[in-house]
């Protein structure tokens, strides 16, 4: 039986760009910017020394709970910030990550995306989308490879085509 090769890893499918807001950024900025990169969550970064460091995550459903509970129970003395609101150490991976640990955890975890990140540093972000696609290439070669094995080419088809 044929081998198939390892499965891919988050460094090999992940978003390199990721628009990121800092921990400063007020809670309309950072609706705005959801809205305006049409994302439903951000990555919380500080930059520093030319590293983006990791510091939380915030979504769209973060903004909605604040929101609404600063509207109807009456604006907050401090005003919402990212640094306030964010959901500090994010579930993360590392751009070794294999294909089937994060089908793993999106199936049993619900996340619709994940921070890879490598010491600290934001290095990217990968979806259940992006998994998913990554996942169906696999198992396509598969199936691939499996009727490869279980119907090889004839010997004389192989001479004709090659005359």
């Known amino acids: 039986m044929t081998e198939l090769p390892p499965a891919p890893t988050a460094g090999d499918f992940m978003t390199r760009h990721v628009e990121c807001v800092s921990p400063e950024m ?3 900025a950072i609706i705005e910017f959801l809205e305006r990169h049409e994302v439903s969550n951000a990555p919380v970064v500080k930059e520093r020394d030319g590293r983006r460091l990791l510091v939380g995550f915030v979504s769209e459903r973060d903004c909605l709970e604040f929101l609404a509970n600063d509207s ?7 005003p919402r910030t990212a640094e306030t609101m964010m959901r500090r150490h ?15 955890i999106f199936v049993n975890h619900g996340y619709r995306h994940l921070p890879v990140v490598e010491n600290g540093d934001l290095l990217g972000i990968v979806s ?7 996942m169906n290439d696999y198992y396509q070669r598969e ?18 085509q090659r005359l």
Do not use: W
Request: net charge negative; hydrophobic share 40%.
């Open 26 to 28: 007020s809670l309309a």
């Open 72 to 78: 109807f129970y009456g604006s907050p003395a401090p």
């Open 90 to 104: 994010p579930v993360c991976v590392q751009p070794d990550t294999e294909l089937f640990t994060l089908a793993s």
């Open 128 to 134: 259940r989308r992006d998994v998913l696609k990554a």
């Open 143 to 160: 199936i691939r490879d499996r009727n490869r094995e279980l119907h090889p080419p004839e010997l004389a088809e192989m001479i004709q």
